[in-house]
């Protein structure tokens, strides 16, 4: 087997990682320039509010978090992927030298807190002052999702929760017709089962993640028969929002995930239903 | 946040749904799934929302032979797919050689199938599995609880 290529952080000698391309965080530092990545980090840190403050003045440095994380598990105790080593990789950086960082940093902190950190909170549950530091990785995120640095993938799922309120790019003709196909197919076996679409007063909305009706179609189907076979006054909402995924919420673009959030209240308020029932 | 001061409606994980269904007996569970299963604790909806004892109600009640991992409830290590990861297929390889524990996790329990609540615990899972191969199976809530419940004949066609 061919010797993988090797990245060394030029700031940080023990970060060492495998060469993983992506167009999201390869590309789109390209267009950056230093004047913008310090306006966005001092518009994104510049009040240090007492939440930023309450972890970055609090923190030892004891390391406990370290063992706290899969990340640092599994790659045999490596330091550099340890909780605390994250902040000090990225935040602690941009505040020490006051904004004033170059692109490829930049893309070096979208890659710790995109692809290394899963915001599970457990290493917060493991510090010995409960520190947010999950926190911490968010505003991060936000500073590289403001400047475009985003792994394609997750971007792209961010677009189209943006344009379509849906992770899928997925139509509401398509939702709607997906709903009464599925209607049909699972009917064929049982009495009068629906999947009531915009039925007012149910007792319960069930909201899928967006894959499902574009390709997990069978948890649809499952759905349907539990709602069934438990003889539940359910319904499903016709218009948007009816994912109830968030991929806004990871990348810290506040716009787009307070609409959807916002949707699903409305569709509840809407249909007035007692229980919202959330596969996510 | 958005102008509610207090919601009007309760809001539930599909996980926590089906322990109401069967606590309340609108679901009766009329067959048990013999393999040996362990669960996938998901992250947000246990150590944040604390569903961990409803979602081992639910196993225990739908499977004979369960395994808890080791740590468990809220000590679960995430499956590597939270977060947002979920979607970065290009990057599968990294996430799952940055998920050995969970790997070791299930190869210890000697389960033969992971329970997954959650859509991005199922991805995480499956990548895992592949990665490390494992040889196990990965199954969402919904198709064990198809799988056990009882559906009654008079609801099916031509009965």
Known sequence: ????????????????????????????????????????????????????????????????????????????????????????????????????????????????????????????????????????????????????????????????????????????????????????????????LRIPIDKEGAEVMWLPLGAEPKTGIYHIERTAKIMHAAGIDWTVPGKDVWDSSNMPMFLRDFATMQRIVRGLFDNAIRLRIKKMVLTE | MLGYKELPFEIMQTGEFYYDLMKSGRIKIVRKIKDPVTLQDPCNIIRRAGASEKFRYFVNATCENFTEMTPNKEHNFCCNAGGGLAGLSNWAAHKARGNRVKAQQIKETGAKVVITPCHNCSTGIKDVIKYWDLGVKNVFFDEILVQTMDIPETLKVGK
């Open chain 1, 1 to 192: 087997m061919a010797v993988k290529e090797k990245i060394v952080s030029r700031d940080f000698k023990e970060y060492v990682r495998e060469v993983n391309p992506d167009v999201g965080l390869d590309e789109s530092i390209k267009g950056l320039t230093p004047e913008k990545i310090e306006k966005t980090i001092k518009a994104v840190l510049g009040a240090r509010t007492a939440r930023i403050r309450a972890v970055l003045e609090t923190c030892i440095h004891c390391g406990l978090c370290s063992k706290a994380c899969q990340w640092y598990l599994s790659n045999d105790g490596d330091p550099s992927y340890a909780p605390v080593a994250k902040m000090r990789m990225t935040i602690w950086e941009m505040l020490k030298r006051d904004g004033k960082v170059d692109a490829e940093f930049i893309k070096q902190c979208a890659r710790i807190v995109f692809t290394e950190c899963n915001i599970c909170h457990r290493c917060s549950m493991y510090c010995p002052y409960g520190l947010d530091v999950t926190f911490i990785i968010g505003l991060v995120r936000r500073v590289c999702f403001v400047l475009g640095v985003v792994p394609q993938r997750q971007m792209d799922q961010d677009h189209a929760h943006a344009t379509t309120l849906n992770q899928v790019w997925l139509g509401q003709n398509d939702w709607l017709d997906t709903m009464q196909w599925q209607e049909e197919e699972v009917g064929a076996e049982y009495k009068d």
